[in-house]
Structure formats: structure tokens, C-alpha cells
């Protein structure tokens, strides 16, 4: 399926003028990073930080400097060993999204979904509620938006016979974007919250739950992320190099 083909065509977001930019001070970087060959953009850790907000910046960055060659075959080594994985193989219902700023790719893997006859969701987000989503069936004729960070996602408005929401709980798989991880299976989103929110209730012992699978490239792992109260507990993590099993949770 084409992803791109029916999007409108990108508008360019308003530069900051010169003169501000040299009058701003630029804030001290926690993590400077010069440039990393190819080798060690996908081995370096960073260091542990609370400095969420600067990390984020840093492991965006870092993921953005991947050459196309290289996010191919991350994104390739990615949908291999998830198509290895039990709860994919059983899903009926899974969710993934469309890769901005350097996320590692997953939509590769929709035409083995579709094969096997499972449903693809992407998320949107969800109107008049705070940073929560919704989960919006994916189909050849889904009409697309761009939403307020300028991802792509379904839109709402078209008819009601080809929107078909479901409801997180009702997901048997979703493939979650991280900027960052953990061995420990600690991560970082974008920051708004969408993600722990929409599942804060995946934290219940008991009902239906989805397998919250973090993806992301190899070279976004840090050595250590501290783990926020309302963090969601992902059940593995893949990047196109290991997939991890977090062993414990809130340590
Ligand atoms: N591909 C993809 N789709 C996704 C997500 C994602 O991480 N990746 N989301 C995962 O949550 C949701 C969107 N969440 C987002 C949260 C913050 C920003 C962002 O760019 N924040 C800016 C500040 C924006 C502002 O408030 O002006 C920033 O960090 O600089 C983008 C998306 C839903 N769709
Ligand atoms: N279940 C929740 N209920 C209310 N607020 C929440 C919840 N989960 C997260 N938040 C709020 O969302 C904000 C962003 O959280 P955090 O920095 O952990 O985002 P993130 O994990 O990087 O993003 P995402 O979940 O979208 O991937 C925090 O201010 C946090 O308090």
C-alpha cells in the first residue's frame, strides 16, 4: 500500500529569522553529540538523565541523521523479527503508525498483515480530549490528514461507514514509537503523554489488553531512563537489532 501517495503536499514550517536565532542564547547541551559514523550512531548509549526534554531533542536528532539506506534496512531488520513474534502471529487487530522524523519504519509489515487477514489501526488524535488517541481502521480508501505536529493520520470527518473506530482494549498488538529506551524496558515518547494515557488502563491486572510493543531504532537505547509513575509498561521492545524482554518493571 502506498502510504504517501494520497497525502497533500508538505508546506514548509516558518524559518526562525537569523537575527532572533543570534540574539536567542542557545542552552547549554546536557549531551553533546558530535557527528557518529554509522557504526557508532548504533552503538553509543547516552548517558543517564532525568533531562527528559533535552534527551528527547538529542535521540530525535540522532535518529534523524540515519541515511535512507539505513533506515531501509533497520526497518526491514525490524518487520523481520516482528513476523517472528507469537503475539503478532495471533493478533486479529493491530495498530502501528506512519513514520515521521526518522521513526523507524513499520508499515512493511502491513501487507504480511493484511495476507494473514489481520485489521491495521493508526492512531489519531483524539478530538476535544486532552492527548489521548483514538484508533482508526486503515484501509485502501481511509481518507488522510495531517494533524497538528504534521503526521499524517485518518480523518474523521469522512463518512461514517469507512471510519471504524476500535477501542484500545479491543487491540490485540500495538507497535508503540519510542525516542527512547532502556535495557530495563523503561521509555520515552514525544512527550505529550498520548500513549500513556490512551492505555494508563493496560496497567489493571485484570480485563483485555493489548501487547504494547515499543519499536524503535537500535541507536535510540540509552543506558538508563527513569521510570515516571505513569509510564505504561510496554511487554517487549524491538529494534532492528535485539527484541527485549523488559525483565522487571518500575525498577
Ligand atoms: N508517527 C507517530 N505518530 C504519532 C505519534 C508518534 O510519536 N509518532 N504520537 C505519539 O504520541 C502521537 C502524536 N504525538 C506527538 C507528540 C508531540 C509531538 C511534537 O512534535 N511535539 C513538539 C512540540 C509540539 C508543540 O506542542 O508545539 C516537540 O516535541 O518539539 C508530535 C507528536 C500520535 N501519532
Ligand atoms: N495517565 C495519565 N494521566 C494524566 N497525565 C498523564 C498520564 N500519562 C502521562 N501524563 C502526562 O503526560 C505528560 C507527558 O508524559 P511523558 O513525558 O512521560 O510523555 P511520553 O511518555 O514521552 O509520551 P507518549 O506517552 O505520548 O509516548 C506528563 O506531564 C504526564 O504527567
Known amino acids: 500500500m502506498s502510504v504517501r501517495s494520497a497525502l497533500p503536499a508538505r508546506q514548509s514550517r516558518p524559518r526562525r529569522s537569523r537575527s532572533l536565532a543570534l540574539r536567542t542564547p542557545r542552552p ?11 557504526r557508532e550512531r548504533s552503538s553509543t548509549p547516552l548517558p543517564a538523565s532525568d533531562d527528559r526534554r ?5 535521540l530525535r536528532r540522532r535518529r534523524r541523521t540515519l541515511s535512507q539506506h539505513d533506515q531501509r534496512r533497520a526497518s526491514m ?10 503475539p503478532l502471529r495471533r493478533a486479529r487487530h493491530v495498530a502501528l503508525y506512519l513514520p515521521e522524523n526518522g521513526e523507524i519504519d513499520p508499515t512493511p509489515l502491513v501487507a504480511w498483515l493484511h495476507r494473514r487477514g489481520k485489521q491495521v489501526y493508526l492512531p489519531v488524535l483524539r478530538p476535544l480530549v486532552e492527548n489521548r488517541l483514538w484508533f482508526v481502521h486503515w484501509r ?15 480523518d474523521l470527518r469522512q463518512s461514517g461507514d469507512r471510519i471504524r473506530r476500535i477501542a484500545p482494549w479491543a487491540l490485540d498488538v500495538v507497535l508503540m514509537p519510542l525516542v527512547g ?11 505529550g503523554g498520548f500513549y500513556d494515557r490512551t ?19 537500535h541507536c535510540q537505547q540509552v543506558e538508563r531512563l527513569p521510570h515516571q509513575p505513569w509510564d505504561v509498561n510496554l511487554d517487549l521492545i524491538v529494534s532492528d537489532r535485539q527484541t527485549l524482554t523488559p525483565a522487571t518493571h518500575n525498577a
Do not use: K
Open 28 to 38: 547549554q547541551r546536557r549531551f553533546p553529540l558530535p557527528p557518529l559514523s554509522a
Open 199 to 217: 492505555f494508563a488502563f493496560a496497567s489493571r491486572p485484570d480485563g483485555p489488553r493489548p501487547a504494547l510493543i515499543g519499536v524503535a531504532h
Open 77 to 86: 531488520a525490524l518487520i523481520r523479527r516482528l513476523m517472528r513474534l507469537a
Open 181 to 191: 529506551f532502556d535495557a530495563q524496558g523503561h521509555r520515552l515518547g514525544m512527550g
Open 140 to 154: 485502501f480508501d481511509t481518507r488522510m490528514v495531517l494533524n497538528r505536529f504534521r503526521i499524517t493520520e485518518p
Open 54 to 58: 533535552a534527551l528527547r531533542r538529542d
